[in-house]
């Protein structure tokens, strides 16, 4: 198996003038000026081409670089001709296709399936540089660019969640795997560092791209299962239910959610094989258990690869938006144990977490300290969910048997290591860089994993609100009400609560004005305008007015999507309730968002459907429906002034 290289490179390249030279080729003029009269590899991306460890194709390219291949970019490609690809001929041993940083399909439409008008992957915000579904559009644009023989690799978030049958929210039916309408070669998911080094490798010492059968973390369709070579392999298989089945047969399609969601971890993951289509159209995609993580070592190898951390300088400097997001942030882990099921980072990266060193870490932020540019001010420390990092399982017995889809829910696995003590040491460090100011947690915290933390818990959640808060704190209990929360795989809400209160505490210590940010999630499975209704009473109580609020938007993979198309829980074969009336769907959003003045015809229309405010009936001062006799219960529902309430 291909080992990650070890760092190569002159550290000069980090402070050179961002002229084209110092990035990956993306003109012939480029690869003349290196002296390459071709390429070993061409990655087609559909954002534009940002050399930062943030942006997938920009890693790949560097750590195959690194390795010693010819590596160039074509990014974001005029999908109506082959002329863009062509431009830098044809390469050597393939292409490699990614939608970019996020599922095309997701980055082009709203939870209502409305049409976005920007795109933060793109100089200037501007949409429409890249078409939907732009992976399976970019490997038909590069199988006509370059012929039957050159192989076709598919990697990045898009391939990855859609590497099996899967429900597409925006067709609104089951969509068979990403390689069939594609027609690409083989498929990488999960972190794709060595996955697609192992490809280079074997490529390069003359194997057939048919022959590559058997690397972790890749998928692939054949006509015929024995050319997927499978007899002799040290993994069982297991056939998933037949696409064709599943479409038909919503029980069918909850069964074939719970087999899948069963083999994510590496240590005893099986070889997945579903049969889609029949006759002349057969094939048999073939998923193959994922790649082992990146060790400490390979992370930090990755993460300090000389990334010019801007954009090509073909953009003249326009602004794009996700690089202004993280341009002084620092990501030190990868992967998610929470397994959270509206997320698609564990299905992803993984439930097993990859952590940078400490010392990585700190070299990464005194490089961001010396640039001109910088201010003082580290965005964020973080990653998936903030405080992760260094966690892990602490028994190979335990993790090589264990099924769990999350380390953390119900409750906190025996052998899930919780420990926040090296955590408070890294950013204690970090704050002592030499010229910076502040040292922000702009990520997801998991208050939960804190409270597990019996050693260093607390110790944890006060140094973060006296050092870390820019003055919002932004967590995410998501919803208030235990059906909802139990289908979410969230923390119950009194959990939140208590969290509340130590942010509150600590704060006053601390002598600080800063606020709690709670972000939540309408209309996801589980929530009926009853359980809405019940969120906005608790988020009145609390003088909560949230602006920003998320509609649930099912993706590719996930356990939440699954629930949403079939009507059943996966793992019970319980039905749930989902709303899938756009209507509804607005009524909820509306209810979350009460505070503002124009969602009240919603918001009435939603209390009366519920009965909670009589035909005719208004609302008065402040939203709020007249009380009824008895009154309702409203979970964890506090009133008052006070420090960590959130602007007004």
Known sequence: MARLPVLQGDRARRSAPPGPEAFLPMSPEHLRARGWDGLDVLLVSGDAYVDHPSFGAAVIGRVLEAAGYKVGVVAQPDWRSTAELLRLGRPRLFVGITSGAMDSMVNHYTAHKRRRSDDAYTPAGAAGRRPDRATTVYARLAREAFGPTTPIVLGGIEASLRRIAHYDYWDDRILPSVLVPSGADLLVYGQGEKPILEIARRLASGEDICGLT????????????????????????????????????????????????????????????????????????????????????????????????????AYGGAHIPALE??????????????????????????????????????????????????????????????????MECTSEEAHAACRRASCVYPSVCQFFSVDHGPLVDLYEKARKVPGVKHVFVGSGVRYDLAQADEKNGARYLEALVANHVSGQLKVAPEHVCEPVLKVMKKPGVESFERFRKDFERYTRKAGKEQYLVPYFISSHPGASLEEAADLMEYLQANRWKPQQVQDFMPTPMTLASDIFWSGYHPMTGKPVHVTRDMEEKRMQKALLRWGDPANRPLVEKALRKIGRLKPGERLGPGMRPARRGGGRSRPGARGGPGPGRGPR
């Not at 299905?347 to 300290?369: F, K, N, P, Y």
Request: with cysteine.
């Open 214 to 313: 058997d690397v972790p973390g890749t998928a692939l369709a054949v006509p015929d299962l024995a050319m997927a070579m499978l007899e002799g392999r040290d993994r069982e298989v297991l056939e998933l239910p037949p696409y064709e089945e599943i479409v038909l047969d919503k029980r069918r399609f909850a069964e074939f959610s719970r087999l899948y969601h069963l083999e994510h971890n590496e240590a005893n993951a099986r070889i997945l094989v579903q049969r889609h289509g029949r006759g002349p159209a057969l094939r048999h995609v073939v998923v193959n258990p994922p790649m082992r993580p990146p060790s400490t070592e390979e992370l930090d190898r990755i993460a300090e690869l000389p990334y010019v951390r801007e954009a090509h300088p």
């Open 325 to 390: 997001q993280i341009r002084w942030s620092v990501q030190i882990l990868r992967g998610c144990a929470a397994g959270c099921a509206f997320c698609c980072i564990t299905e992803h990266q993984g439930r097993d977490i990859a952590s940078r060193s400490e010392a990585s870490v700190l070299r990464e932020i005194a490089t961001l300290a010396s640039k001109e540019s910088f201010r003082g001010t580290v965005t964020d420390v973080g990653g998936a969910t903030a405080n992760m990092w260094r």
